[in-house]
Every structure is written in C-alpha cells, then in structure tokens.
C-alpha cells in the first residue's frame, strides 16, 4: 500500500506543481534620491498617482513634505513642495477620489490640516487650537469635515473639524 501511495504521489507531484506556478507580475521601481523619505503613493485612476514623501533634513527648523504628480506612463508631471514648522508632527491622512488630507498637530494642541488636490497638486491649509490632551487614532473626511477618532483624556471621542473654518468640534462616544 505504501508503495502505490508513494508512486502515485511521484506521479502527481509533476503536474500540480505545474499549476502551481506564480504568474508573472509587473514590477514598477523608482529611484528615490535628493535625501526624501517616508514615500506614500497615492493613486487617482487615470489620472496617474501622487507619491508623497518626506525630507530627511530640516531646513530652517521647517519640515520639507514633497508631492510629486505622475502620469499612467510614469512621466513626472509636477512637483509641489509644502514647509511646516518642525513642532508640528504627522498625525493622520485620508484620501479620496481627488484629494489627499494630511492631519499635523503639536504639543500645544495647535493642528493643521493640508488638502492637496490629486490633480493639480495646489494645496489649502487649515489650522485650529484642539482641546488639550487630545489624541488621534484615524481620520476620514466626508462633505467638508474631517472625521477624527481620538481620545480626549480617557475619553473616547470624534472630533470633526471644519475644512473651511477650521473649527473643531468634540462628540464624545
């Protein structure tokens, strides 16, 4: 019996491993240079992607965040280049169909929330004072808010900040 069990199995090995074969994929590589790090790439469909990434160095005590437009054939359309004060440190982002939000806040409870369009790359700022001892855990924006799980304290809340006037509103959960 172990016989035939063995020889069947060598007979079988052969051609499951045949269809067990990876496919082929393709692979796109970029050579990132000029001291950036942190890379995130964002995709927008036919409109090609963004890749977002990080200057390794400060420059004069600012924080150096690079948005760069590519086409669907890999060709670098724009580049835009957003500075924000060094005590301000990276929270949270979301991204939709057209925009990317990306969510700033410092230890004196003080935010700033960037909107960079996915098309053009032009970019809106927004800024607020939050209540102290708040923290972020996630982001979503919907009609002009951004939707925020946070911890106020203990407590655990959604903070909804106006993308226009920048208020900030907390509803505890």
């Known amino acids: ?34 001291g950036f790090s942190s890379e995130t790439l964002h995709p927008f469909g036919d409109q090609g992607f963004v890749l ?27 580049i835009t280049r957003v500075t ?23 230890k004196y409870d003080r935010y700033k929330v960037f909107t960079i369009n996915g098309k053009t790359l032009e970019v809106e700022e927004i800024e607020g004072k939050l209540k102290p001892r708040t923290y972020f855990y996630d982001m979503k924006v919907v009609n002009d808010f951004a939707y925020c799980d946070a911890m106020w304290g203990r407590m655990p809340t959604v903070v909804a900040i106006d993308l226009f006037t920048g208020e900030a509103k907390y509803y505890p959960v």
Do not use: C, G
Request: proline share 1%; glycine share 0%; net charge positive.
């Open 52 to 78: 977002e990434s990080k200057a390794n160095k400060k420059i004069n005590d600012k924080n150096l965040w690079k948005y760069e437009l590519f086409d669907t054939n890999l060709q670098s359309v724009k």
């Open 84 to 106: 924000i004060d060094k005590k301000f440190r990276y929270q949270e982002d979301y991204r939709d169909d057209n925009k990317i939000y990306n969510l700033f806040k410092d």
């Open 1 to 34: 019996m172990k016989t035939v069990l063995t020889s069947l199995l060598a007979f079988l090995v052969p051609f499951l491993s045949a269809y067990a074969q990876v496919a082929s994929t393709q692979r796109i590589e970029f050579e990132l240079k000029d």
